[in-house]
């Protein structure tokens, strides 16, 4: 089978790009797990096809006045928003549907682990990660910092490093500091978040300090 035979490349347009799109518009909103390429084909024709049930009232009454003949333009147009306008807008309602608390009580929250839950929403942290043997690195995770997410390993940079005290707390700033790379893994017990002001300075050092002592 030819993929490129004209009628072949129509069907494949119409029943697969706007389910891809919308899939990978929601990929974008929303960390997803990977799944197979032949699973990707079935939930894109799956979600083309809800695209078409939501439209078939607008598509019907195009159809059915002649469009196409007697004003051609507003035809592509209209189709244009069917096969790539209309997916993302649904993908964008979905995402945002599955947040609410509402929803929550039928279906479990989209995101799938606490990592990405916390740090998609690009908050200001003074974060402490202690390690089996006792011991204790924290920085600032702010504007600048990154955390990992989806399928990636769980790392974390922090833009600031600062000396941990015996209580927990920070001390200051490390001279020089250009950051901290932490590698999250086995030997890590726990990540501790303390709230800051958004574009928080060496300031909140002593607030950090109550709060963790």
């Known amino acids: 089978m030819d993929i ?22 929601y990929a ?20 083309s096809c809800i695209n078409y049930a939501i439209l078939l009232w607008p598509i019907y ?19 244009v928003v069917v096969l790539l306008i209309a997916p993302v807008v649904w993908a964008i309602l979905w995402s945002w549907f599955r947040k609410t ?3 929550q009580k039928l279906l479990p929250h989209p995101t799938e682990k606490p990592w990405d839950y916390v740090f998609g929403k690009r908050l200001q942290y003074w974060i402490v990660v202690t390690f089996k043997d006792g011991k204790r690195i924290g920085g600032k995770y702010d504007t600048q910092s990154f955390a990992s997410s989806g399928s990636a390993p769980e790392q974390l940079y922090l833009e ?27 030997e890590v017990v726990s990540v501790e978040l303390f709230t800051m002001e ?12 109550d709060n963790t002592g």
């Not at 390429?37 to 799956?46: E, G, K, L, R």
């Not at 958004?198 to 300090?209: I, N, R």
């Open 4 to 25: 490129w035979e004209a009628d072949k490349l129509l069907l494949f347009i119409a029943f697969v790009v706007p389910g891809f799109i919308s899939l990978k518009t």
């Open 28 to 47: 974008v909103l929303q960390t997803t797990s990977t799944k197979e390429a032949a699973q990707q084909v079935v939930d894109a024709v799956a979600y």
């Open 61 to 79: 009454e195009i159809e059915a006045r002649n469009i196409r003949i007697s004003c051609p333009t507003t035809y592509v147009a209209f189709y």
């Open 101 to 103: 608390k509402a929803f």
């Open 160 to 186: 600031e490093a600062w000396e941990i005290n015996a209580a927990g707390g920070f001390n200051r700033k490390r001279n020089t500091t250009a950051g901290l790379i932490v590698m999250m893994g086995s």
């Open 198 to 209: 958004p574009g928080g300075t060496d300031e909140h050092k002593d607030a950090s300090t």
